[in-house]
T-cell receptor, first 111, second 112 residues
């Protein structure tokens, strides 16, 4: 079974803090993705990576950056957290464009 | 870019009834249409998908239909059970884009 793990299930941070969300997959997938999930808006793509050190902006990259130094690990960075970044963050990985496997999510609250 | 619209946002059915969720997409280049189920406290999980060279696909109580001309696709769940209660997401993608575009989700509640 594919396993995608995220470093925290719940996180509370203060405005202005730098926040790191980490994601690890164990299936040697090339592609990894970061989404945020908000009620009524579905899943919106923040960034994705199709290879180590490669990244592409998704639909809502502003205020976020990513890092992929190893194939199995994809980190999402909030350089200076703001209250409008309070959300559920979901990581996913896939071998092709098609079937994506999701982690359990990190619920981030910025106060 | 691609835009996926999903309806309804909430759906309540009686156990044993059928449920239908509909999605439309805008980019005619999209050729892959998955459906994900998200249970409380978990990440979305793929339940069925369809590619553009197929009009319908079934897997036990769930089926998906695709109308490429009209750019819409639907999820059908028959003989619903309480464990079908979850949020369902449709999505659209193609190999050139590498990523999926998701709909806004449908919260399905199956009343026992």
């Amino acid at each position: 079974d594919v396993k995608v793990t995220q470093s925290s299930r719940y996180l509370v941070k203060r405005t202005g803090e730098k926040v790191f969300l980490e994601c690890v997959q164990d299936m040697d997938h090339e592609n990894m993705f970061w989404y945020r999930q908000d009620p009524g808006l579905g899943l919106r793509l923040i960034y994705f990576s199709y290879d180590v050190k490669m990244k592409e902006k998704g639909d809502i990259p502003e205020g976020y950056s990513v890092s992929r130094e190893k194939k199995e690990r994809f980190s999402l960075i909030l350089e200076s957290a703001s209250t409008n970044q309070t959300s559920m963050y979901l990581c996913a990985s896939s071998f092709t464009t098609y079937e994506q496997y999701f982690g359990p999510g990190t619920r981030l609250t910025v106060t | 870019g691609e835009n996926v619209e999903q309806h309804p946002s909430t759906l309540s059915v009686q156990e044993g009834d059928s449920a239908v969720i509909k999605c439309t997409y805008s980019d005619s280049a999209s050729n892959y249409f998955p459906w994900y189920k998200q249970e409380l406290g978990k990440g979305p999980q793929l339940i069925i998908d369809i590619r553009s060279n197929v009009g319908e696909k079934k897997d036990q109580r769930i089926a998906v239909t695709l109308n490429k001309t009209a750019k819409h696709f639907s999820l059908h769940i028959t003989e619903t059970q309480p464990e079908d209660s979850a949020v369902y997401f449709c999505a659209a993608g193609d190999t050139g884009r590498r990523a999926l575009t998701f709909g806004s989700g449908t919260r399905l509640q199956v009343q026992p």
